[in-house]
């Protein structure tokens, strides 16, 4: 069974900084990786999505990708109050019948800014 | 505009009984997907199905029961066996063959069982 681990936090950031979160997995022919946002009592929503090595931008978010070392990461520049939420990394099960098997969350990291 | 429609979204619940979650979505997706949240913890697969009249067990499906009847429409019951019923429930979807995995999700339904 896959594994993603993710450091609960509470992680702190003061607003402006940049924001640092980290995601390891366990399936070493995982191929394709997500972050979601979770504010509380809401449902996941997805911000970024990485399938190959490297680093990938979209306006103040990089989601970096490591599959030598089974390792995602995202960062949040100039963080703001509303980025504060549960951040959830997230691999795909497989793939089978032509579809995706589903994903395997990890637990979330709690990221909180302060103004 | 499209989406998925999760109801009802709060339900209680006496022990004993089944109660079923309604998911509906109009984005023509072929896969569906039911999940578990507990509090402080990730997302926990119940069952999914990725074509009409099929669907597959997921990690935690011992109490629950999922039909496809419709493309557009996947019911999750939560039955009495199921002994710890109260969680956050959430409904999801993606294209088939789509080769990201990527999930949609509703709004939610969050069971308490009294």
């Known amino acids: 069974q896959k594994e993603v681990e993710q450091n609960s936090g509470p992680l702190s950031v003061p607003e402006g900084a940049i924001a640092s979160l980290n995601c390891t997995y366990s399936?070493?022919?995982?191929?394709?990786f997500f972050w979601y946002r979770q504010y509380s009592g809401k449902s996941p929503e997805l911000i970024m999505s990485?399938?190959?090595?490297g680093d990938k931008e979209d306006g103040r978010f990089t989601a970096q990708l490591n599959k030598a070392s089974q390792y995602v990461s995202l960062l949040i520049r100039d963080s703001q109050p509303s980025d504060s939420a549960t951040y959830l990394c997230?691999?795909?099960?497989?793939?089978?019948?032509?579809?995706?098997?589903?994903?395997?969350f990890g637990k979330g990291t709690h990221l909180i800014i302060q103004p | 505009d499209g989406g998925i429609t999760q109801s009802p979204k709060y339900l209680f619940r006496k022990e004993g009984q089944n109660v079923t979650l309604s998911c509906e979505q109009n984005?023509?997706?072929?896969?569906m997907y039911w999940y578990r949240q507990d509090p402080g913890q990730g997302l926990r697969l119940i069952y999914y199905?990725?074509?009409?009249?099929?669907?597959q067990k997921g990690d935690i499906a011992e109490g629950y029961s999922v039909s496809r009847e419709k493309k557009e429409s996947f019911p999750l019951t939560v039955t009495s066996a199921q002994k710890n019923p109260t969680a956050f429930y959430l409904c999801?979807?993606?294209?088939?063959?789509?080769?990201?995995?990527?999930?949609?999700f509703g709004e939610g339904s969050r069971l308490t069982v009294l």
């Open positions: 997230a691999v795909v099960n497989g793939y089978s019948g032509g579809g995706a098997d589903g994903l395997t």
């Open positions: 399936d070493r022919g995982s191929q394709s």
């Open positions: 990485i399938y190959s090595n």
């Open positions: 984005l023509n997706h072929d896969a």
């Open positions: 199905s990725q074509i009409v009249n099929d669907f």
């Open positions: 999801a979807s993606n294209a088939e063959l789509a080769d990201t995995g990527e999930l949609f």
